[in-house]
């Protein structure tokens, strides 16, 4: 599968051949606090990107804002939400977020590379009992989900009127408690699903890491900006070479 989205004006994908391997411009980065960033890291470790100058990791640092050593790079450390709204608004060049995370916000922001970490899939999911029952024989389910933009347009492009409780903790609780008869959540292994006697019913995204950039960055800052991209894009297709 492609790792690059396909051609749109708003989400470029080809970057000018540049010579040399220093940015040449300084860049903020806004990373995701957690298993994203340390994945991110990873790869940028193995793209030549320069890292945090600490130890090239964020475990135990409780700073906010990292400078690289050559100070080609500032990392600003955010929630994994905010991380599209630092780069929509300009505090940040670009970051890095999940697929899922940018949908349900709607930021306007470039998405120039999907990375090949952080696969996941946002599921709807239900008892057992109602896995092969269509969705419309429920003239208003309630769907508990941390994310109700997505929940409400995949109902509402069926036909559906359902009522959505946006929740912040776990949602699996929500039919459990009788609060709702479906959730919306992210799906890795299913196991949380399975412990709670839930399983999932439909897809509604499949998500993955990528690489977001501020549009005016993407333009006053496009070296700096290329060549990370373009350091990122080569360490992908070397590795993909390598396992094939």
């Known amino acids: 599968m492609s790792l690059r989205p396909p051609t749109d004006p708003t989400h470029p994908t080809e970057t000018p051949d540049l010579p040399g391997s220093a940015l040449p411009d300084s860049l903020t980065v806004a990373l995701p606090k957690g298993r994203l960033s340390e994945q991110t890291l990873a790869w940028f470790r193995h793209s030549g990107i320069p890292l945090p100058a600490a130890d090239g990791s964020t475990g135990d640092d409780r700073r906010l804002i990292l400078a690289s050593e050559d100070g080609a790079l500032r990392y600003v450390m955010a929630k994994p939400s905010d991380v599209p709204i630092y780069v929509e608004y300009g505090a940040a060049d670009v970051g890095i977020c999940g697929l899922d995370i940018l949908r349900e916000g709607g930021r306007h922001v470039y998405e120039p590379l999907l990375l090949p970490f952080g696969h996941c899939r946002l599921s709807l999911a239900g008892p057992a009992d109602l896995l092969d029952v269509p969705l419309r024989y429920d003239s208003q389910p309630r769907v508990a989900t941390k994310f109700p933009r997505l929940t409400e347009e995949f109902f509402r492009t069926r036909g559906i009127n359902a009522e959505i409780i946006t929740l912040h903790g776990s949602v699996e609780l929500g039919p459990l408690v009788g ?10 292994s299913g196991n949380t699903l399975r412990e709670n006697g839930l399983v999932e019913l439909r897809v509604i995204l499949r998500s993955q890491a990528v690489l977001i950039a501020n549009r005016a960055s993407y ?3 496009s070296l700096a900006v290329c060549r990370l991209i373009e350091s990122l894009r080569n360490a992908i297709e070397q590795s993909e070479q390598t396992s094939s």
Not at 179 to 188: E, M, N, Y
């Open 219 to 221: 333009r006053l800052k």
């Open 179 to 188: 609060l709702a008869d479906l959730i919306v959540d992210l799906v890795d």
